[in-house]
């Protein structure tokens, strides 16, 4: 199909021509075709007029369990480890298919509307995760993330469920949908694993060519435990079974330390930072000027909804610039605007090895229309500064994922919301909750 945007607003996120104005972009197949000032000759099947709008890349949501919206609130007002171990193991341990396709239809129609093109999920059920997304038409980095509690001595690749669950996934999944879906290997945490896991998991990595996505340093507890039982923090650790080497997303990275940060960016891994998540459950706040001193990229997430309580990417850009500003400003200055649209936009599109988060010909047509008109966007003294600051999900109008419109002006083209809110109060929350 052929869609031509006419009278476009666009923030590009090249920052050799970060706004343009004025200009027509056209979307041929899953591909932007043409951005300039000139209309393209040809026919289009629509022709979509922009007025008013601003077009800029789709959310790249860059570490989520979306199944978890499931658990939206749920064991609120507790540091992390009470929090998984008293309600979201539990919980986590009553879902079957039915909830996890429920819980990700959900989270998808969530994100959908606010503005989301592309994610990195870790979870379990991951084949039906996976099944869900394609329907929905975003794309998808995904990863089953190996969890394993047994006895080292013990561990067999033959009977642990997350080895099986990687190979499954891979053979099934990687590469579906004309690259829609991806396959990244995955360990949950280093608190949740031990040594054989790492390198069985950093073995099937290197066979198949896959990024990693790891929970990293997440809190300070996390970090000090691993080095009072290994000698080693965490990310040093991993890497000494090799688990960096084909680079990828280490979520959180509040408390990196020793050289954690120099030596993840030399394995090329990103990091991707959730701010709302890590304030609620008071992990802290990861120092992103840091971390981009040492040469890490870093992206945006949101983590799972149980934590946050949302999907909400422009939530995440703000909170993101406030606290990074007030904790470490004095000293480094402010993270602009465009600093932090990178990192919702094309730092994690770079992370996942996704070729969008750019408007430019070429690029994968993930593209988002945001309604200025609206009075929390009025009056607009500088673009990027009311996305960051002033915008919210009830701002998105449009959402074009891989050239397929799938949202417009409150409407879902790819999923039934009805239908998913039904599966979620009559089956999934009783199932889960009682």
């Known amino acids: 199909m052929a869609i031509l945007f006419k009278n476009v607003t666009a923030v590009t996120m090249d920052p050799a021509q970060p706004v343009l104005k004025d200009v027509f972009v056209a979307v041929e197949g899953t591909k932007i075709a043409s951005v300039?000032?000139?209309?393209?000759?040809?026919?289009?099947?629509?022709?979509?007029?922009?007025?008013?709008?601003?077009?800029?890349?789709g959310f790249v949501n860059a570490h989520t369990h979306v199944p978890m919206t499931l658990m939206r609130g749920y064991g609120g007002g507790c540091d992390l480890q009470t929090w998984l171990h008293d309600y979201i193991f539990p919980a986590e341990a009553k879902l079957d298919d039915r909830c996890v396709a429920a819980g990700a239809a959900l989270g998808l129609a969530e994100m959908i509307a606010s503005g989301t093109t592309c994610i990195a999920d870790m979870y379990m059920n991951t084949e039906t995760v996976a099944k869900t997304v394609l329907e929905a038409g975003i794309s998808a980095n995904l990863a089953c993330g190996a969890v394993y509690f047994g006895d080292p001595a013990d561990f067999s690749p033959a009977t642990c469920n997350d080895c099986a669950n990687h190979i499954r996934l891979y053979e099934n999944w990687h590469g579906a949908g004309d690259g829609q879906l991806l396959v990244d290997a995955s360990i949950h945490a280093e608190?949740?694993?031990?040594?054989?896991?790492?390198?069985?998991?950093?073995d099937f990595a290197q066979k198949h060519n896959l990024r990693m996505h790891v929970h990293v340093s997440e809190t300070a507890s996390e970090h000090v435990k691993c080095i009072e039982k290994y000698s080693e923090t965490p990310a040093s650790l991993l890497d000494r079974y090799g688990v960096w080497q084909n680079g990828g997303i280490a979520a959180h990275c509040v408390c990196l330390s020793g050289g954690d940060a120099e030596l993840l960016a030399k394995r090329g891994v990103t990091a991707v930072h959730n701010p709302v998540s890590n304030l609620k459950l008071m992990s802290g706040v990861a120092p992103l000027f840091f971390l981009r001193e040492c040469g890490m990229g870093v992206a945006l997430g949101t983590d799972g909804v149980a934590s946050n309580n949302s999907h909400n990417i422009f939530e995440e850009?703000?909170?993101?610039?406030?606290?990074?500003?007030?904790?470490?400003?004095?000293?480094?200055?402010?993270?602009?605007?465009?600093?932090?649209l990178a990192m919702a936009t094309v730092n994690g599109a770079k992370a996942l090895g996704r070729d969008?988060?750019?408007?430019?010909?070429?690029?994968?047509?993930?593209?988002?229309l945001v309604d200025f008109t609206a009075p929390n966007l009025f009056p607009c003294h500088d673009i990027m500064e009311n996305l960051v600051y002033s915008a919210a999900p009830a701002n998105v109008a449009m959402n074009m994922a891989r050239g397929k419109i799938i949202y417009e002006n409150g409407v879902f083209l790819t999923l039934d919301l009805e239908r998913i809110l039904s599966e979620v109060k009559d089956y999934s929350l009783p199932h889960i909750f009682g």
């Open 36 to 57: 300039g000032t000139e209309r393209p000759a040809g026919d289009f099947d629509r022709v979509v007029d922009c007025d008013g709008k601003v077009m800029m890349p």
């Open 191 to 202: 608190y949740t694993s031990c040594p054989p896991v790492w390198q069985w998991v950093a």
């Open 317 to 340: 850009m703000k909170v993101a610039a406030l606290t990074q500003n007030w904790n470490f400003g004095e000293e480094n200055g402010q993270l602009s605007a465009a600093d932090i």
């Open 356 to 368: 969008t988060g750019v408007i430019a010909p070429g690029k994968i047509a993930d593209l988002i």
